[in-house]
């Protein structure tokens, strides 16, 4: 095994890890920071596909007040507020960074101030945005102040193990796998930051970069840290089906697209959503993929199965020219956005849930902070469409600065458990030894199907019941599947094994955490408990694993700053 050293080592290089180096390097040049990413610095993560845009209250009439509420009521009241505060307030200043010192340019409006447009579920447009494919802008000028800095990086390296201390009280490194060349190499950090962005490729239908499996989280399950929310998967109501033979079938068209007027019908062309909530297409997500989901189970779809989005009573040149990614996007499977109808379906975009951290990123084990959505809390039981590259961005910057701070304060270099190290390789080349190329695509489409069915947008306790049974099942076989041990350079087919095993134990997590919720909250929704739970007594979820066994509590909200039935708006409670 090869070992290095570094001061801080950062996991991820989506809007959470660059913005963490950026800052770390900002408060202490002399740091030596490392970024170690499974795939291309730049080129991999969420947060280049970010297309809609970054939430923040700028405008003249909109405030963090009125932006802090509509977080906190989109997530029924499961919000750490604190977080959520922060996320709000932050934003304001990042958001000026992110084109003042890092150089974006957001699109503006003909008296020079940035243009905002309207999201889902919030009651003032404060979208910021770059067209319709704003990450692109965000972590391409992002990279490019990394690289310029010399930041250290370990591309296509997929992190595999936290590794603690020798007397097991701190963090000391991470066990790493390079893709290039199958080894293991061990990274002792003084500071190690989570920031592999969640990310629920569990589904069926799924949009996050393929990069994901959830690899944070169940590093963090396997040190045994506590995960908050793990219940809440948000789904996007409008991923795109185009039929089972492409992989762009259930990646998104954004949420613009309703907020601009965009209407959803059924088959026979009923505007389904006025059934359902007095802002139809504008309501939030959980509401809207709902509703979706009743109308494909009664089967008022299209020929692939999904419901029709159409803009086509929309004036054509706004929709070519606010949305032209979108319009290109849909024709390049054959659907006109513009004067036609487009096929879509509910799909898994982003998880509430994560590993629980305060407000300057630490975590419950020294030395580990975390940032972006790999963390749970800031959302509650549903995220904006706009909060989640704020979120990142918010808090990466946050944890840089605090890992640095953090570091002067504690700085001692401590010892990695080797035997630790040393059981994880061990663990990651378990399966392989076998002589011909093992197909996992039996496994993965049990388990797209195992979650969509029964631990999706409409859940149950017999559904429940049963993905925990072919969880289970699925990580009996695919611990007896073996894989050829060479080539050892890019083996994908190791990789899938190992994205798979975390993509199990963190669907296991979610499981465990929906049948603990015997409600109806936000993105959970459970046929046989439909109601909604008292927000004066919400509580969430807290789960952690013991042995093989994962235990979910109940925990109260502290409602720090506003009660249920209160607002920070005047006049307005
Ligand atoms: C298609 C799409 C559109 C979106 N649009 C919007 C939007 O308009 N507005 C909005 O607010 N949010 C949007 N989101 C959500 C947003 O992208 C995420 O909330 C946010 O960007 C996540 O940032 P992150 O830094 O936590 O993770 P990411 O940006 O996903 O970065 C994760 C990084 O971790 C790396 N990584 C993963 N596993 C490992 C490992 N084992 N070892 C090392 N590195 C690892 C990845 O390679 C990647 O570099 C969208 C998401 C998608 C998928």
Same mark, same amino acid.
């Given at each position: ?153 370990? !591309? ?23 893709? /290039? ?20 490729? %569990? ?50 068209? &954004? ?14 062309? &009923?505007?389904? %959503? ?17 509703? %979706?989901? !009743?109308?494909?189970?009664?089967? /008022? ?41 487009? &096929? ?91 002589? =011909? ?30 993905? !925990? ?18 080539? /050892? &350079? ?35 929704? /459970? ?42 708006? =005047?006049?307005?409670?």
């Amino acid at each position: 095994m090869n070992r290095i050293r570094t001061d801080i080592l950062i996991l991820g290089s989506g809007g959470a890890g660059l913005l963490a180096a950026l800052h770390a390097h900002k408060a202490d040049p002399r740091l030596h920071i490392t970024i170690a990413v499974k795939g291309l610095l730049g080129k991999s993560g969420c947060t280049r596909m970010v297309q809609g845009g970054y939430n923040v209250a700028l405008a003249a009439g909109d405030s963090a007040e009125r932006h802090f509420m509509d977080t906190i009521e989109g997530g029924k009241w499961l919000n750490d507020q604190d977080l959520a505060w922060t996320l709000v307030t932050t934003a304001q200043q990042r958001i000026r960074e992110l084109e003042n010192e890092w150089g974006c340019f957001f699109d503006r409006n003909a008296d020079g101030t940035v243009h905002q447009k309207a999201f889902a579920g919030q009651t003032f447009d404060r979208t910021v945005h770059k067209g319709d494919l704003t990450g692109i802008e965000i972590v391409n000028r992002l990279a490019e102040q990394v690289w310029a800095r010399g930041i250290n990086r370990l !591309e296509e390296h997929r992190a595999l193990a936290l590794i603690r201390s020798v007397d097991g009280s701190a963090v000391a490194g991470v066990l790493l796998l390079d893709l /290039r060349t199958g080894g293991f190499t061990l990274v002792e950090a003084r500071a190690v930051l989570l920031a592999t962005g969640g990310g629920p490729t %569990m589904y069926k239908y799924h949009t996050p970069s393929g990069d994901k499996s959830c690899d944070g989280m169940a590093m963090a399950l396997r040190l045994g840290l506590k995960l908050r929310d793990m219940e809440m998967v948000q789904f996007h109501p409008t991923g795109l089906m185009a039929g089972p033979d492409t992989r762009i079938t259930g990646t998104i068209i &954004e949420e613009g697209l309703r907020g601009s007027g965009g209407h959803l019908l059924d088959n026979a062309g &009923e505007r389904f %959503m006025l059934r359902y909530d007095a802002r139809a297409e504008r309501a939030t997500r959980d509401i809207v993929s709902r509703a %979706m989901y !009743e109308q494909m189970r009664a089967g /008022r779809t299209g020929p692939n199965g999904g419901v029709f989005l159409t803009m086509k009573h929309l004036d054509p040149a706004s929709v070519r020219a606010m949305f032209k990614g979108m319009v290109e996007r849909c024709a390049d499977v054959g659907f006109d956005l513009v004067s036609g109808l487009v &096929e879509v379906t509910p799909t898994a975009h982003y998880m509430m849930g994560g590993v629980r951290f305060a407000l300057d990123c630490t975590t419950a084990l020294p030395g580990l902070f975390a940032a972006g959505e790999d963390t749970g809390g800031v959302h509650g039981a549903n995220r904006l469409g706009g909060n989640g590259v704020a979120n990142s961005t918010v808090f990466g910057g946050i944890a840089g600065a605090s890992m640095a701070r953090w570091l002067g304060e504690h700085g001692a270099r401590v010892e990695p458990d080797l035997g630790q190290a040393e059981a994880a390789v061990a663990a990651a080349t378990a399966p392989l030894g076998g002589d =011909k190329a093992a197909d996992l695509d039996d496994i993965r489409c049990a388990l797209y199907d195992a979650m969509w069915n029964d631990a999706g947008v409409i859940r149950d306790g017999a559904g429940l019941e049963r993905a !925990e049974n072919t969880l289970h099942v699925l990580d009996v076989q695919l611990a007896a599947t073996r894989i050829p041990a060479e080539p /050892r &350079e890019f083996n994908m087919a190791w990789h899938d094994w190992l994205n798979l095993k975390n993509l199990i134990l963190v669907s296991r997590a979610i499981v465990a955490a929906a049948q603990a919720r015997e409600d109806s909250c936000g993105a959970h929704f /459970r046929e046989d408990f439909l109601k909604e739970p008292d927000p004066a007594g919400a509580s969430f979820t807290e789960s952690h694993l013991v042995g093989d066994t994962i235990r979910v509590a109940r925990r109260p909200v502290a409602f720090t700053r506003v009660r249920p039935g209160e607002s920070l708006l =005047k006049g307005a409670a």
